[in-house]
Structure formats: structure tokens, C-alpha cells
């Protein structure tokens, strides 16, 4: 029995994965998480792991390996992972925190099979119809915006987006830190009356809840980077779809920037005299800065990193899961939602 | 009357009407639309535009005023615009396209308003159920991506979404001069089975589709940015999202370059030797170059430029209004929407 924190680790899961899922958590205990303690449960390829362990002494002092050969490849899709996946790296890794040896997982897995095989095992919490993933945006005030859901569920009813704020707030406050966050919902226009009927129904019930969420109305699509607001909640399309075109506004903007930085000899060695500005800058839009996207609404939590990561993006989903592991947020939302769900008897809401 | 094509001008409509009104047409006429026989019917107050014109002697040689006191708010709901009105420099714009005096309108008023006005009295295409906004959009290939609906309809069926292929397509052509422009619809992923029942069903009916339309299949939020399709068709809840992303993903990316190239004497220094290079990027980013979202679906076409532009927005707006007035767009989406409709009864298709 490992004391501290456990965390269950799909160690086979992600693009480069077992070397950046062992090197990301020698990463991690060498720079944020030195000095706190962590456990780790590693389920993959014992033999794969072994070599890996010899050189991550730290990972090493502080993991158990659970030995399997089944994996989940990143284009199986959920339906088949959810058939051929028991006992895999990735089914066990959840295992472990229904299970109780472990208070969080995480993966750097094929998205979909993490999620089916996250809500088949964990099951959706009482009180929440649909588990949501949440994805956290650098803003403009130097802050990180949380937006959810940014997939897990095409479509979404009036009751969903309520669960869905209470979800985000209590993860803004645990990972950040903000005691009273605020919560928007993403809508073509902040004026009442904008909007389809969902979104209409579920700004009422959050403008007439007493739940003391700090709820300040419709927000639109450039409030996510101006940090105006702190949660944003949509439905999974719109989330999803936002998330992507950011993505790529992103790689456009700077692409926009790199050639005319480097547009001719000149301005190379002028740029060349401005190096320390631009690592800097460079550390600043790092999209390791905000991997890790976060199951929440089922009854024990997933952190998923991006497929394509390195280690320092795998630390990066570390820090987030241990963040959440340190907190009672699940408590936090449990309680809310029984609050909500008795508020929704009272007033009689049906979405 | 005036020889040559005619563009009528809601000469009131805009944060800076009708200064930029002017100074965007003398512009116009001095840059992109020097030596082109356009025509202008101004809609507006004669007072305000005669001093305007005296410093604008291209405008004031080919423009025909149109006396009018009553204006449209920029915060003037549809519904109150609609009531009152008739008879402001935005209606009579629209009024003169409609009457046959002009073959387009150009407004930098309230886009409510003016969407309204244009349905009220242009009326919808036969064929098309709801008219739609297409907005253009920068791209890493260095040409333009078309998004509609961008927001004038929140909810969309799958027959509108097919019929927004067809405008969008006629638009990208008849602008962009392509000849096969390709078209995507806008999804959570790029795989058979995503996104809901509406994105499947437009997807099925474009795919199967024998209208000669270069229909690529799904496309997801990146591909905007990425340039990887032409025309990218969606319904106006996420469209208006997916563009207001951008913006701000935008604005910020460009706010942490700004940073790090001013972040000391030293970067501001070697950053000012870079001078040519920075005026060549401000000139690429420059959303004016982007102004313009064009109501489509409608018997006749009204082009909207941006609220808060310059004249030199507004002189983009105009080259887009030229460049479709010089087209025969609206006969290309009458025919193919004809080809679509006989489809759609020989197939058995309802939406």
C-alpha cells in the first residue's frame, strides 16, 4: 500500500507513448511536483516500462507497475474499445480509481474509448445526466479561461448546461484557486433574447437560482480570450467547434508573425538580437501550458492529456490531476447539485 | 440616370457615418476602384454629406444624393427599425436595389436592422427558406475562407444548411474567382457518424448529391485557418461563435507578440530596425481587409460592412459589393438551387 496521493496512469496511452508518459512524470516530480507525494500506479507493458524506469529514477522510487499487454489504439473507436478493451492499459488505469487505490487517472489515450470506457466504469454521478470534458484557454488578463463541454456531448438540454456550470465552477475554484468564479454561457449576443431555446431556458434557471453561483449572463465567442469571464459553458458542438477554430486562429496568427520576423536577412539578425523576448513569448503560448482536458460529472475523475504531447505537456496534465486529487471539489459539486436538483422540485423545472 | 453599374449607399449607417461613408467611397475610387464606372445613390442627410463631398471630388462626380433625416440606431432592436423605419437612409438603400435603380446595397449600420429590411422588402429567393451571412476569413494557403451562416438564423435544418452550400459556393466563386471552390461542412470531427441528426442528414444529402458541387465532406474548426476548404457551411449559432473564437484568439496572440517584441529598451530597439517587416505583418492581419459579411438567399444583394470600420474597411465592403455586381452570382444560385429542388423531389427529400 502506497501512502499520499495515488494516481492511476495509462501508461501505454498517447501518440509517444510509454516514453512520454514516464519522462512527463520524471518531469513533473523534478519541477512542480518535487517535494510532494504522489504515488503512481503505471498499468502497460511491464517490459516496455522497465528500461524507461531505469532512467526516471524518481518515477521509479515512487510507482507500482501493473503489468498488461492489451492497448487501446488511438483510431479504435469507442464501441470497439468498449468490446476489446477490457484489461487494457487504458481500462485499468480507470479501474484503480473505481477501485479506490487510486484518487485520479490519467491518460494521454484516444479520447472517445476514455471517455466510454471512463462512464461504463465510474458511472455518471447522481444528480449529473451527461459527464462533461472541460479544456483551459490562456486569456488576455493573463488568467486561464475554463470552457465546457468541448465534446463529449453533441447535443445538450437546458438541465445539462445547469450541471454543466456547477461542474466548471467547482473545477475553476480547485484548479485555480478563485473563490467565487465567474460562470457564462456562450450565446450569439449578450442581450436576453438572443439565442435558441436551450440556451434561453438554461439562462433563466441560472438567473433565477439562489444557488450563490456568481452567474453573470449570456457571453460570446471573444470573451473566451479576453478573460472576461472566468467559466464558460456551452454544448459540446459549439465548445468543440470553438476550441478547434482557436486552435487554428492561433497557428495563423503566429504564422503570420514568424515570416515577418524572418522575412529577410535584416530583420533576422534584429530578431536574432531579440531572442530573450521571444522565449519568453514562446513560453507564454506554449499549448503545453493548457493540456489536460477534464472529465467531470462522473463519480471519480479522468484527466485526459493531449495524444500528442510531450513530457512537459504530460506534467502539465499531472499538475492538474494532482490539483484535483488535493481538492474536495467532488464534494464541492455534490453538494451544489443536490441544492440545484432541490431548487428544480420547488420551482417545478422541467427542461 | 447614371450609366454603369450602381451601388446604393445607406450613407448614415455606422459608428462614424457618414464621415467614413465618404471618405471609404473616395478611397474606393482612388485605390481598388480607380478607372471602374461605378455609381452611387447616397441615402442620408444632404447638410452632413454636402461638406463631406466638397473634400471628396471623385465621390461627390459620380454620387447622386438621396435626401433623408431618418436614421437607424446602431442599438436599435429589428423589431423597432421594422416599426419606424421606413423612409431612413437604410431603407431607402435597400429600397433602390429593390425598385432596380441599384444592383446592391452597402450598410455599416445595425446588422438586426438591416437583415429585417433586406427580407422585408427584397424578400427571400425562390428556393432558399432563409437568407444566410457569409463572412471571409484569412487562411495559412495566404487566400480567404468563406463561413455561413455566420448569424442571421440560430437554428438551422439540414435542407438549409444544403441550400447554404449552394450560396456560399456561388459567392467564393464569383469574388475569389475559383472555378470549383471546395465546400465543407463544419463538424466535431471529419469521421462518418459524428455530430447530431442535422449535420448527418445535410451531410448524407451533399454527399449524394449529383449538382457538380466540389463537396469535400466534414471539416472541423481549424480547417477555417488551415485553408484546407473553400467554403465552410454551417448554421449561424455556431458560425457567429466560431468567428467571434477567432477574434479574440486573435487579438490575443497578437497582444503576447506585442508584448515580447516591447518588452525592453533592448527588444524595443532591435524591434524598431524591424520596422519594414512589422508594416508588412499589420498589413496581412488588417481585418479591413476582411470587412464585409453579404447577405445571401435574398432578390437582390446587400453587402455589410463592419460598425466600427475606416475608410479603408469600408472600401473593402465596396470591392465586394463591385465584385459581385459585376458577376452573374445570383443567376449561378438561381440555376443550381432549381437542380437542387428537382433532386430533392426526385430523391424524396425532406429535411
Keep these: 500500500m502506497l501512502d499520499g496521493l495515488t494516481i492511476s496512469i495509462d501508461a501505454m496511452g498517447g501518440d509517444n507513448a510509454p516514453d512520454i508518459v514516464i519522462n512527463g512524470i520524471e518531469y513533473f516530480l523534478t519541477h ?9 500506479l503505471l498499468h502497460g507493458d511491464a517490459e516496455a516500462l522497465a528500461p524507461l524506469l531505469d532512467n526516471a529514477p524518481r518515477t521509479r522510487e515512487r510507482s507500482e507497475v501493473f503489468h498488461t499487454e492489451k492497448t487501446i489504439a488511438m483510431d479504435d473507436k469507442p464501441s470497439q474499445a468498449l468490446r476489446k478493451g477490457k484489461g487494457s492499459s487504458m481500462w485499468n488505469a480507470i479501474a484503480s480509481v473505481k477501485g479506490g487505490q487510486a484518487s485520479i487517472a490519467v491518460s ?7 471517455m466510454a470506457m471512463s462512464k461504463l466504469q465510474l458511472r455518471t454521478k447522481k444528480g449529473v445526466q ?15 479561461t475554463v470552457v465546457l463541454d468541448v465534446g463529449a456531448n ?3 438540454d437546458a438541465a445539462q448546461l445547469t450541471e454543466f456550470a456547477i461542474l466548471g465552477e467547482a473545477y475553476y475554484r480547485a484548479i485555480y484557486g478563485k473563490s467565487n468564479p ?3 454561457l456562450l450565446n450569439v449576443g449578450t442581450e436576453e433574447g438572443k439565442g ?4 434561453k431556458a438554461a439562462h433563466s434557471r441560472l438567473a433565477e437560482s439562489q444557488l450563490g453561483l456568481n452567474y453573470i449572463g ?11 469571464v472566468d467559466v464558460v459553458v456551452t454544448d459540446g458542438f459549439t465548445g468543440n467547434i470553438a476550441l478547434k477554430t482557436a486552435e487554428g486562429t492561433a497557428k495563423l496568427i503566429s504564422s503570420f508573425f514568424s515570416e515577418a520576423l524572418s522575412d529577410n536577412l535584416w530583420s533576422k539578425f534584429t530578431t536574432g538580437l531579440n531572442l530573450v523576448a521571444l522565449r519568453k513569448l514562446k513560453k507564454k503560448m506554449d499549448p503545453r501550458r493548457a493540456n489536460g482536458g ?16 510531450d513530457a512537459i505537456g504530460y506534467a502539465t496534465a499531472l499538475n492538474i490531476a494532482m490539483g484535483l486529487a488535493e481538492s474536495d471539489f467532488q464534494n464541492a459539486i455534490d453538494a451544489r447539485l443536490d441544492a440545484l436538483h432541490d431548487e428544480d422540485d420547488n420551482i417545478g423545472f422541467i427542461s
Design 182 to 184: 465567474s460562470v457564462g
Design 154 to 156: 453533441v447535443e445538450c
Design 130 to 144: 451527461r459527464p462533461a470534458i472541460a479544456a483551459s484557454w490562456p486569456n488576455l488578463e493573463g488568467n486561464m
Design 32 to 40: 512542480e511536483g518535487a517535494g510532494r507525494t504522489a504515488r503512481f
Design 294 to 309: 477534464v472529465f467531470l460529472g462522473l463519480n471519480g475523475v479522468v484527466v485526459k492529456s493531449h495524444g500528442g504531447t
Design 108 to 114: 494521454a489515450g484516444n479520447t472517445g474509448a476514455l
Design 196 to 199: 435558441n431555446a436551450v440556451i
Design 218 to 228: 449570456f457571453v460570446e465567442g471573444n470573451d473566451i480570450s479576453k478573460g472576461s
